[in-house]
């Protein structure tokens, strides 16, 4: 079945996945694709009852699912009655850099303990797949190999806690979709913190994957800047004209 959400062509089919997933899991996973892939742009408004309609599930269902990207921070909550997927601001970019630049440091550390030849070789596999993306222009698949090199490099830390925490800061940047990636330099970042490993180094490990981290986020800010110069909004924050965030 495929719905319009705010004049937004979004499959709202569930897959075929039997008892495996509780209802509520899979409609939590389908609008979490479609919003981090801006199915589901962010000013979007989403009702549980037209939400229960469309996938043919209760609004207890629905409104499980939604809790759950509420505490993911993808969704936020009105007192009118709809559930809203935020726009983020200069702020909310900065505090989740600064929680990653804390945390991914530290994973940096955890991983040269631990490092072994699968997890550079998995690491190296993902720099290619990366760079094929970047030559082609492939900008979803190059946010693709970017997101699994950091999850992979987190995974090999081996401290779960720290994983869940990155996972969510990097659902919640996905929120905001950078407009080009010409100029963005951070396959080769990513390449001299594997470098900085395989040779044993970690403070050049730790400081490559900082300075990754904090050129991310100026990044981010700047194509922010750039984006909020092309959109108009009205007051309850719902798209004005089709530039796209």
Known sequence: MSSTILGV???MKLPAVGKKRSLSEQVYQVLLGAIINHKIRPGTRLFEDELAKQFGVSGTTVREALT????????????HRFTMVPRLSQQDIEEIYDLRLALETLAVRRVHERITPEGLARLKELLTKGGEALEQ???????????EFHNALCELCGNRRLVRMLQVLRKQIRL???RGIKDYPGL???RRIVEALEQGDCERAVGEMGRHIIRGKEYYLKELAGSASGELHDERGTRVNDVEA
């Not at 759950?68 to 007192?79: C, M, R, Y």
């Not at 222009?137 to 997101?147: A, I, K, Q, S, T």
């Open 68 to 79: 759950k990207l509420e505490q993911d921070g993808l969704v936020v909550k009105s007192p």
């Open 188 to 190: 080769e970042e990513h």
């Open 9 to 11: 062509d979004v499959a």
């Open 176 to 178: 905001f979709r950078a």
């Open 137 to 147: 222009g492939d900008l979803n698949g190059l946010v693709h190999y970017n997101e």
